[in-house]
């Protein structure tokens, strides 16, 4: 063997060495900081209805609190699984109906109210989808980390792939981008069967003001 033969088997050891170092630190980044830890439940304490149980994460949340490697090559393949997982664990209407009541769903799309430490158990959740959306043409002040609605059904129509797409999208937004900063409504139960169907009339019923 000549020397540039063993040179160029050093440098394809030497890059298959790093990559090794590298995907290893990429994994290792999963595994969060004990101190990180101490900090979080030090900083946080059980109130009324939210208790220490919500700073537990879970798979996703992991993956996404993680910027190096939900964002590294390395990381590519956990994205698709954890997307693969959330798809899963999504439920179709138990009764087959995915359109409810417009009315009741803008209620639901306007109200920030249920799940905070100042709310009671039985308070009813509401979307707060005004915090992310512009949700009827008319509003003047929206918030905007997420797409405007308005025209959402007019513009995409009612096929079942339409249908489908935008009730797994409010049931569990991460199983299309794992780290969508929208709230996993169903998974964490915030939002209940018929919350959900109301919100889809919301966006696909042609008399919404969604659509107007």
């Known amino acids: 063997m000549n020397m540039k033969n063993i040179k160029s088997l050093l440098a394809i050891g030497s890059f298959a060495l790093v990559a090794i170092a590298m995907q290893g630190s990429a994994i290792a980044q999963q595994a969060n900081d004990p101190k990180f830890n101490k900090m979080i439940k030090d900083g946080f304490k059980a109130d009324g209805i939210a208790g220490l ?23 590519e393949k956990m994205r698709a699984r954890i997307q693969k997982i959330n798809m899963d664990s999504i439920k179709q209407p138990s009764d087959g109906k995915y359109i409810g009541d417009w009315k009741k769903g803008e209620a639901v799309a306007q109200s920030g109210r249920g799940a905070t ?20 043409p008319k509003e003047i002040s929206y918030g905007n980390i997420g797409p405007s609605l308005t025209g ?10 339409v249908v489908t797409y935008t009730w797994n999208r409010i049931n569990n937004s991460k199983a299309y981008n794992a780290c969508s900063n929208m709230p996993r409504f169903a998974h964490f139960k915030l939002l209940n069967e018929q919350q959900i169907q109301d919100v889809m009339a919301l966006l696909l019923d042609p008399a919404s003001p969604v659509n107007q």
């Not at 149980?53 to 390395?74: E, L, M, V, W």
């Not at 959402?152 to 792939?161: A, Q, V």
């Open 53 to 75: 149980d919500r700073i537990d994460q879970d798979a996703t949340q992991k993956f996404c609190s993680d910027p190096i490697f939900s964002t590294s090559k390395q990381g």
């Open 117 to 136: 430490w100042t709310d009671k158990a039985d308070t009813v959740v509401g979307g707060g989808c005004y915090n992310c959306h512009q949700i009827d």
């Open 152 to 161: 959402y059904g007019k513009m995409r129509g009612n096929s079942h792939e």
